[in-house]
């Protein structure tokens, strides 16, 4: 097995050991630990007032687009990484290709902004 | 470089058994030293004093507490999902300190694009406070889940920015190279103390202590738990061991970003090179296997003292503040810091 695909499997391993570790303290706290459930107890906790309605709700629209500003942008940095590792190979002429992709990110950015979409309230 | 040479088992064992105790030994640090004490004296009160010498042994006490405490599943939560979370929560912490290296050839893991893993796996633990803030059934917990998600959205963004200044001045991606590029660096001809970052990338710095900040979801930045309005926000219905594992996952991931910070910013294992005359990666002594770690781990103490410094003296933010301040300071901060860097790279 290579190198890399090594790397891999101990990262494996060490999604492996997390579970193990959390499945062993949450296997000796079920030994130790009481169990008494009632009725009032598995109520949702609402600091003591009786829950109106259920926990569940459809959330705002502007999460929606916060969550499209964040894919833009965290898909141009995927494309701004390998260059940021080749920086002096590509000199020049690469700065400024960047510089205008850049440039470009930051009007996307400044179009949202005067649109009012940064806007949280 | 190591002398004896292990099989693979015995090396996959001797990793897992080092992550374990490179997960646990900050945490336990962090809540002890910072949490438990520092806190105390800054709000002119003793904390822990009954266990052990200074209450040195109150975590083990805390330990075994919530071990005895009942785990409370409320009726109208999704109980599997309820489950999984906190177990999330602890993988991502252990999948992101799988990247970090120790010293010359104490890491775990060498991947050429170690510092972009660290940046994926580090959005994990999102999933695992969204489904806990979903599962719950709890009006409280959804809005944490929900603030915790567009709060880690908006300064993911931040932190990804002010990491490629880094690589920038770096050209690698590599954690150990990056390590390696700062200590054997000069600036401006000088070596004495090599090229740390910290002083050359000085605002992608602050950029990012502050997104960490802000992704470890501590104060000012702790909308999604907000204890005076959501009463605990994604953690409310958790209760015993469960609650623990996330307090535990919560105070491990402080230490695992701080060290990335302290390998990506103040030089991680390494001392300047030019100390002991070594001019590269493959120069570097032995010895440094065993140093290095004690160095990283002061240089942890160190970040992570100023988190939680932060932590301690700041009120929080309001949720719009907190948008606002990543999207319209942060981030163009962070593009422009990319452009001076690069060309500065370029013309010098």
């Given at each position: 097995m290579s190198q890399f695909l090594r790397d891999y499997l101990t990262v494996v391993w060490f999604g492996a050991i997390a579970l193990v570790l959390g499945g062993l303290l949450l296997g000796v706290a079920a030994l130790l630990r009481p169990n008494k459930p009632t009725a009032q107890k598995l109520i949702a906790y609402e600091s003591g007032v009786d829950p109106v309605g259920d926990g569940w709700s459809q959330s705002q629209v502007r999460y929606y687009i916060f969550a499209l500003l964040f894919v833009i942008f965290d898909i141009e940095a995927v494309f701004i990484f390998p260059w940021a590792t080749q920086v002096e190979r590509y000199g020049a002429f690469g700065l400024v290709v960047m510089l205008i992709f850049l440039i470009l990110l930051l009007d996307g950015l400044a179009y949202a902004w005067k649109k009012g979409v940064l806007r949280w309230v | 470089m190591i002398a004896v040479d292990l099989p693979y088992w015995a090396q996959s064992l001797l990793r897992v058994l080092g992550g374990t105790v490179a997960v646990l030994l900050p945490a336990g640090t962090i809540v002890y030293l910072?949490?438990?004490k520092m806190m105390s004296f800054m709000q002119s009160r003793l904390g822990?004093?009954?266990?052990g010498p200074y209450g040195s042994m109150q975590l083990f006490a805390e330990v075994g507490k919530w071990l005895q405490k009942e785990d409370i599943q409320p009726e109208n939560a999704d109980k599997r999902v309820f489950k999984i979370a906190p177990l999330v929560v602890l993988v991502s912490t252990f999948l992101l300190v799988?990247?970090?290296?120790?010293?010359?050839?104490?890491?775990?893991t060498d991947f050429e694009a170690g510092i972009f893993y660290a940046l994926a796996v580090s959005s994990v633990s999102v999933l695992g406070i969204l489904i806990a803030g979903w599962s719950s059934a709890n009006k409280y917990s959804l809005l944490g889940g929900l603030r915790a998600a567009g709060q880690l959205i908006a300064y993911e963004l931040p932190m990804v920015l002010a990491v490629i200044g880094v690589v920038i001045q770096a050209g690698t991606m590599n954690l150990n190279q990056i390590v390696a590029a700062q200590n054997a660096g000069s600036m401006f001809g000088w070596d004495?103390?090599?090229?740390?970052?910290?002083?050359?990338q000085f605002v992608g710095f602050v950029v990012f202590m502050i997104a960490i900040q802000a992704e470890l979801t501590?104060?000012?930045?702790d909308m999604p738990i907000a204890e005076s309005e959501?009463?605990?926000?994604?953690?409310?219905?958790y209760s015993g061991f469960r609650f623990l594992i996330f307090f535990i996952a919560e105070f491990a991931t402080v230490g695992v970003f701080t060290l990335i910070a302290s390998v990506l910013?103040?030089?991680?294992?390494?001392?300047?090179?030019a100390w002991f005359g070594w001019?590269?990666?493959?120069?570097?002594?032995?010895?440094m296997n065993v140093v290095g770690p004690l160095v990283m781990i002061t240089k942890m103490l160190a970040l992570s003292g100023i988190v939680m410094w932060v932590r301690f003296s700041y009120p929080r933010l309001r949720e719009d503040q907190l948008q606002r301040f990543a999207w319209k300071v942060l981030i163009p901060v962070s593009v422009v810091n990319i452009m001076v860097t690069a060309i500065l790279k370029v013309a010098f």
């Open positions: - | 910072f949490l438990f822990p004093m009954e266990a799988a990247v970090v290296p120790f010293g010359p050839d104490a890491y775990f004495g103390l090599g090229n740390p970052y910290v002083l050359t501590q104060a000012p930045f959501l009463v605990s926000g994604y953690m409310t219905e910013f103040l030089g991680g294992w390494g001392v300047p090179f001019e590269s990666l493959g120069d570097v002594d032995n010895w």
